[in-house]
Each structure stands twice: as structure tokens, then as C-alpha cells.
């Protein structure tokens, strides 16, 4: 009887598992389709060889996208893509892919620091004048560039200034006629590379200052040509000029006169100047937030415009034509289908000889009373949103951690307030167990799906070590599949931004050292606290629970950060301002708040493979596994490395 279970089981879950799988693999084959224009455009990863402004041999990775037909015989114009803070060579790729669609070269690079750039964002440098851990030093200088000539500032291009002359010396390249773009901190880096090489062509601004005036004392144009998209909800203050709000910005002398060369206030959406002698502005207003701006079908739509402008090229499409979101939906389903993979494969696996051990009774004598899980709920709630913006901040510019070990820079503040998190529920928790509820209702370990024995604690290792292969075998899958999308089709699994990506060796070394603490807060919070401390009913069916379970469980993980949300949003729609710059502690506003929209999509996928997970094996070990491993994986995959 038991067996013909398992073959029954193992029949059900092989024909899900490899749909899962082929899903995957076939929208990251159409999506590459969709990134080389259905094989009009030659996409190659390359290296660029490099020496840095302060000695160093390296290289620059980089996609170097080239039309069909585009050779030494027949060069083209070509633009530099340089991505934002957080972000890869690849969050470029929309402006990339319909950039070679219209006849373009375009070039996208991983800046210092990102992607698998070998060279860390610390060779950027930083004014050696402030205080504070080298690392706030640098983000503390993000807007001082090459040009101001301050101590310490080493390569404010990150690398584009090497990657634009590689770019203007190819022969399928007019010298001539090559633009800039660049995201955020790729503005920085763009505005740097412009005055670097005075003979670019033009530039698009996504989300960034403002430099001027348009001509310098001796009457040259400074930066020749220059359309800059305004994210309507940017969090960052100083891509707001230190404003509130963004509307009234073409009102003021900076944008109008410094920037515009006009003596009275602009027009949002209107072009000043003339292309011919590169004193071209504009400002493109966009109904979006800061991340936005990089995949905005307004923004690319009229950067497009603006490029074969500036670059004369007639393209044979208007620049409406656009289908990088298509690319961006389908390396999207490919990720959610390969995380969803692994629920039919944790069923086929439990159903092997060697792994059926691992499933365990789901604990059944303990159910959290209704008041208590309330209780407890609200408290984990209101703790996350308290503790988010001022301790992510602390952990990613100014807590100690050692120079040159912790190097993630996004990753030290998340594990911080995680594991402050961790902390206080875990001491929360002891005075429950030991003086409190727990003990009054005699709460066993084996009820808080930690122990293997229902009267005491006892571990069984063997388990858990099959429970740890388990969560490697399943990390391997997502990792192959990655690697396969991203060496043989240029694609790894993201939507948008960047989520799994191959390892480099160092970055590899960063999530083993960043793991363990991820593992404390998702092993205990979003364990034993979760599924053991507040454990739920069950309800008529396994279906309808495993709902009710997730979404009660993405209640109490994902409350905190709805609050945090809510603050810094909705003053912000109503057009008064973030929540954080009406308060004058912009500080807080930028990364963190910006992250946001990367973390609630996590949590609500991986929440719903832990519920499973910890339904099918009566233990936290394996979800909490799983979840740690993940989250530390799209961490430190390639995110700033400094």
C-alpha cells in the first residue's frame, strides 16, 4: 500500500516537475531570440582588456550588441550603456536590444563593482576628506567626479571611459558618432566619460543630476546633446535637486537656465537647442519611481528618438516599435517557473528510498491560540517596519564590519536588520517556552518542527543532513539551470533587475560568508517562529491550507515592510513627498526604500515554497534551507561588491 503511494506520488510529480523545467528553458530560448532580434543582431559576451587609473590589469565584462550587416565595411553609430547601483550589464539590455534594432552598436558594461567585474567598487574611490568607513566614504562621494579634481576620487567612469575609446576604436564603429546612457550611478559615470571624451555625440540621463552650464569659458559645449528622463516618485533627494516634489523642477534656474541654456522656465517633454552643434536639451517627465526609468516604454521610447537623432540614423521602425518587455515577461516566467520547480521535485525526491526519511508527521498537538497569533503577528510587524529603514542604512554604510571581508554592500545591511530581527524573536521566544504560554500548554521542540522526538529535544543528524542534500540538489537545479540560460543563451533568470546569476569565484566566497546569517533569521523567524510558535490550523483541504498558511505567513513577513511602504509612498502620490523628506531624514530615503520592490516579490514565491516545504516534511530545516540560500544567492550574486 505504501509503495504503490509512492509510485503513484512519483507518476503525479515527474510530468509537473519536467514542465516546470521545459517552461523555463523555453522562455529563456525565446527571450535570447527576442534580445538578438530573432538573429538580425549578433549578441556577445566579452572582455575588455583595461588598466585602471590607479595601475590595475584587468578587464571589463560587457554585451556588445552589433545590427546585421554592421561591419568595417559598413560601420554604425554606437552607444555606451551603463547600468545603476545594484544593478548589472543586463539592466541595460532594454535600452541595449532596441538600440541595435535600429541600427545602433551598443555596448552594456558591468561597472566596477557589479556583475562579474573583476575590479571592486572600492577602485572608484572617494574623497579622502570625509569620515567614516572607506565604503561610506565612496557613497558619500558618489556625485564628485573625475572632473572636480578632489583627493582620493580615482575613476568616477567606473570603467566607461576605457569601455567608450574600446568602443569608438572598433572598425564596425563611426568614431565619430558614439553616445553615452546611463542609470543612476551610471549617470555619474556617464557625465564623467562625457567630459573625458569631448567628441561624443550625445547622451541620455536616466534619473540623474543635472551639469551645466551648456558652454564652458572658452565657448565649448561641455556635454554635447543631452535628453535627461525625470522619474516623476524618485526616492533619491538629490535626483530631485533637494526638492520634495519633481513637478515644478523645470521651473528652477538650475534646470531652465544651467541646464536647458533658456532664461525663462522650460516645458517638460520639449526640445531646446539644436543637434548640430550639440546644445540639444531635454527633459522627459515620466509617470514612474527611480527603478522604473530603465524599462519605461515612454523613456525608451523617446531616448530612441533622441539617439537617431542625434547619431542620424533613419531607422526602419518608429520609436514606438519597442519589445524588450516581451524579453523581460518571458526571463521572468523562467525564473518563477524554475523556483516552482522545485516543489514537485522535493515530492519526487521524498518519494526515494534514501530520501523518504525526510518527511516527517507534521506536528498535531499544538495549534496557536487566536489571540496569541494575533499578538505575536502585530509585534513581528510592527518590529520590521520600525527597525528596517534605520538599521539596513547603518549595516550598509557605517556599522563596522571588517575591510575587505564583508565586501557586499546591499547584503550588510539586510543581515543586520535581519538578524537584529532574529535577536529579539529569539529571546522573545525563550520567555514564551521557558515562563509563558509555551510552557503552560506544554509545547514540546517537536511542535516548533525543530525536534524528532514528541517529549524531548533530540536531533536526528542523519535527517538533517539528508535534508541539507535535498536543499543543495535543489540550489543545483536553479544554479544549472542559470548557468545554462546565461553561458548558452546570454540569459539568467531575472525580471528586470538582476535575481540569479552565475557566481563569480569571489562573489561565491561572499554568499558562504553571508549564508549563516541568513540562515539565523529564516531558520528561526521564518521557522520555528512562523510554523512552530504560531502554528495554524488546518483547514478542509491540503490546497486550502496551503493558501491560507502562505498568505497569513506573507501577513506577518511582509507587514513591516507594507508600513514602511506606506509611509514613503503614499505622501509621496499625494504629491506632497516621501514620507522620509517630509520628516527631513532623506537619509533614509534611496537603496533600501527602492529595494523594496525586489524584496516583496522574493518573499512571496520563496514564503509559499517554505509553507510547502515545511507541510511535506513536518520540519522548518528544509524551507528555511531553501529560503536562506536563495535570498543569499540574488544578494550577493551581483550586487556592489566593494
Known sequence: MVWGYYVEEKKIKKPVFFACIFLSVASIFIASYIESDFGKVSVTQIKIPITTNNGISTYITAKLYVPDGINGSNPAPAVLCMHGYQNDKDTSAAFAIELARRKIV??????FGHGENPIEMRNRGYDISRSGPDRFK??????VLNFDQVDGIIDSSMGGTAAFRWLQSQEYVLADKVGITGHSMGTWSSYTVAAENPDHAAIVIQCGEVEGPIRDEDGNVTFRNVLLLQAQYDEFDYFRDYQLTTENLNKTELRYKIFCGQDAPVEWNKTYGNFTDGTARRMEFLNTVHRGVTHSKRGISVAMEWFTTALEVEPDIPSSDLVYMKRELLMGFALLAAVISLLPL????????????????????YTAPKKSWHKTAIISILLSAIFYPFVTQLGHGLFPYPDGVFKTLMAGGLI??????FVIAFFMFLRWYKKGEGKELGVTMYDMGISFDREKTALNWKIIGKTVIMAVIMFGLLYILTTIGYRCFNTDLRFIWPFLRPFTAGRFLQFLLYLPFFLLFFLFNGGVRLFGQMRLREYESPAKTQLIWWLKNIYVMLGGLVIVSLFEYVPFLLGYGTGWALTGLTIFDGPFMSALVLIFPQFFVLFFVATYFYRKTGKVYLGSLITAMIVAWITCGGAAYF
Do not use: N, Y
Open 416 to 421: 543586520l536588520w535581519l538578524d537584529l530581527l
Open 138 to 143: 565612496m557613497f558619500m562621494s558618489f556625485s
Open 106 to 111: 551598443a555596448l552594456s558594461i558591468d561597472e
Open 346 to 365: 522535493c515530492s519526487f525526491l521524498l518519494t526515494t528510498k534514501f530520501f523518504a526519511p525526510v518527511a516527517q508527521p507534521l506536528p498535531d498537538r
